[in-house]
């Protein structure tokens, strides 16, 4: 009976009809004292059993997102001439880095419910569980972390940026900044037709720092009493040395 009640399901389980197949011309990233960024190109191919169906039009979204953090968010306002905090509101989790690369405009390729169910766009990927109840709008704290980071690239849109061929071959380019947070960036691959998801993919690209980096980054956490002690020498050695050469100049 339960040998009969598998080949039923076997039977009756729908077959994907469309699967991404994935490349990346670099699966990790090393920062070394000189890292000022790198380019990941991301590409691949949909595999299918069937003929490409002709309406509506396949598209695709790439995502790669950074080590999520937990950020506090500080409002501002000037009481009696000054500039003081008046409210907070902690971000449960937002990722450090987030880069989104689609085929065709955002309307186009994803509806708000798949949106929200896959938590694709940069608002659905910062997860913000509750506010202070005397914060009267929560959700421009969110929108701030998102206005900052779109200001130094941390966080990108790029519409109509990934070139899908025949609706069988894609590729794109996604630039990712120097100041990278070591980790884990899950990169994520959504197939679209008519808004909804037909397919995904997900892999990862390994961010390290190397060398010299690697060294005052372990230092700094497991011996940061000496690495203290070290940075004040140098920060000391260096004011010497400016003012000996000052000294010089002058003389």
């Known amino acids: 009976m339960r040998l009969l009640l598998a080949l039923l399901l076997l039977v009756s389980w729908p077959a994907r009809a469309e699967e991404v197949v994935l490349g990346l011309s670099q699966d990790s990233v090393s920062i070394s004292t000189n890292f000022d960024g790198s380019e990941i190109l991301i590409f691949g191919a949909v595999k299918r059993e069937d003929a490409i169906p002709e309406d509506p039009p396949l598209q695709v979204i790439i995502a790669v997102a950074g080590p999520d953090q937990s950020v506090t968010v500080r409002k501002k306002d000037r ?53 202070p109840m005397d914060v009267s709008d929560p959700q421009s704290f969110t929108d ?93 050695a260096a004011g010497w040395g400016a003012s000996a050469a000052f000294r010089a100049l002058r003389g």
């Open 79 to 131: 009481r009696f001439g000054i500039w003081v905090n008046v409210e907070a509101v902690e971000i449960d989790a937002a990722p450090s880095f987030y880069a989104i690369a689609t085929s065709a405009p955002w309307n186009e390729v994803i509806s708000d419910v798949e949106d929200l169910r896959h938590s694709i766009s940069i608002p659905r990927a910062i997860r913000s569980v509750g506010a």
């Open 144 to 236: 701030a972390i998102i206005r900052i980071r779109k200001s130094n690239r941390a966080y990108q849109l790029h519409e109509s940026s990934v070139n899908l061929r025949e609706e069988t071959l894609f590729d794109t380019a996604i630039a990712m900044p120097a100041n990278l947070t070591e980790g884990a960036y899950p990169t994520r691959i959504f197939l679209t037709r008519g808004g909804e998801v037909v397919s995904q993919y997900e892999t990862e690209i390994d961010v390290r720092k190397v060398g010299l980096e690697r060294w005052l980054f372990t230092l700094s956490r497991e011996q940061p009493l000496l690495y203290g002690l070290m940075s004040l020498a140098i920060a000391i």
